[in-house]
């Protein structure tokens, strides 16, 4: 967040006065910065879509004669800025309306493009209109107000989006039922169509950071296994290469899944029943959503949790006694 209001700091237009500004750009990328004092505010919007801009924010700091952070680097050149890893050569300008349409279009997409992802897990098909539900939102906000005006209007949408309509989103659940993912474990937490229940459990689970994995080669490690095992049954395969492809894929997708029935730390099934008889399941394991490749880490303790539940409808006068919560008196079994 800081980075964020720094960036907003940088586009006032006190601080334009004082600021280098600086703007370059590929077939891909446009790359706008400000600079003041020892801190560059870089703005990258990419272009891998026509039409499609989607712009992230970041904050650079001044050591050892450049500007770095992480891979990101802004290395002076004469009178000019070499922004790498893209290579991107940035020149001065006097002019912070540059490429104003471009970078507008990239404000919306970029909220956009992050809340679809922070919230992937609640399934891609309910989420998948998160560009139209955000310009749905924005629709009314005039393309000819200033960056930071522009700017400020979409983070505000996109926080009023993520802060009421996300959290509403548990309205449509009638039923929460919570069970054991051990190995076969019929195990129940929870089962419960108590609305404060499900909302709690909901508010728990949106409260959360995405974690992003680093791609790793022993992710491949299967696949070699695999064809030098069917050659050896039957050297027909290995000019066959199809079977070994189709079971390194199911082993890929379904593999860490059954590993996990074994795993001897808890993993819990969240299963949301809609009004309609659908159903949402997240898994939570290590105080983290597990959804395919995608690792959210959430801020407070689930198992804790279930047991503050359990004593808060205990101490709870509003909740009758025979309503149909089921907590286990013992959540950890």
Request: aromatic share 14%; net charge positive.
């Amino acid at each position: 967040m800081i980075k964020k209001y720094f960036f907003l700091f940088c586009l006032t237009t006190v601080t334009l006065a004082q600021a280098s500004i600086y703007v370059g750009k590929n077939d891909k990328e446009l790359v706008f910065v400000h600079i003041h004092d020892n801190i560059a505010a870089i703005e990258v919007c990419r272009m891998e879509r026509p039409n499609e801009p989607r712009t992230y924010l970041d904050t650079l700091y001044f050591k050892n004669n450049h500007f770095s952070k992480g891979i990101a680097q802004l290395i002076p050149q004469d009178q000019k800025l070499l922004f790498l890893p893209d290579h991107i050569f940035l020149y001065p300008t006097t002019n912070d309306t540059a490429y104003s349409t471009i970078r507008k279009e990239g404000y919306l997409k970029g909220f956009a493009s992050l809340l679809s992802l922070k919230y992937l897990w609640v399934n891609h098909h309910n989420w998948v209109n998160m560009n139209h539900l955000l310009s749905k939102e924005t629709d009314t906000i005039s393309m000819n107000v200033p960056n930071p005006l522009y700017y400020k209007t979409i983070q505000k949408k996109a926080n009023f989006f993520e802060n009421i309509i996300v959290p509403q989103y548990a309205e449509k659940f009638q039923r929460i039922v919570i069970t054991d993912n051990t190995f076969l474990s019929n195990y129940r937490y929870v089962d419960s169509t108590e609305p404060i229940v499900i909302q709690q459990i909901w508010n728990a689970l949106i409260d959360n950071e995405m974690i992003f994995k680093k791609f790793s080669l022993w992710t491949l490690l299967p696949y070699p296994i695999i064809y030098i095992g069917l050659g050896i049954v039957n050297p027909i395969f290995y000019f066959i290469v199809p079977p070994a492809v189709a079971i390194w894929t199911l082993l890929t997708r379904y593999g860490p899944s059954f590993v996990s029935h074994l795993d001897k730390n808890k993993a819990y099934i969240i299963h949301f029943y809609s009004k309609n008889g659908s159903e949402l399941k997240v898994k939570v394991k290590n105080n983290t959503i597990y959804y395919h490749n995608h690792y959210y880490a959430l801020a407070r303790d689930f198992q804790s949790l279930l047991g503050s539940i359990q004593v808060a409808i205990n101490s709870s006068t509003n909740i009758p006694v025979n309503s149909s919560l089921a907590v286990t008196k013992n959540c950890h079994k």
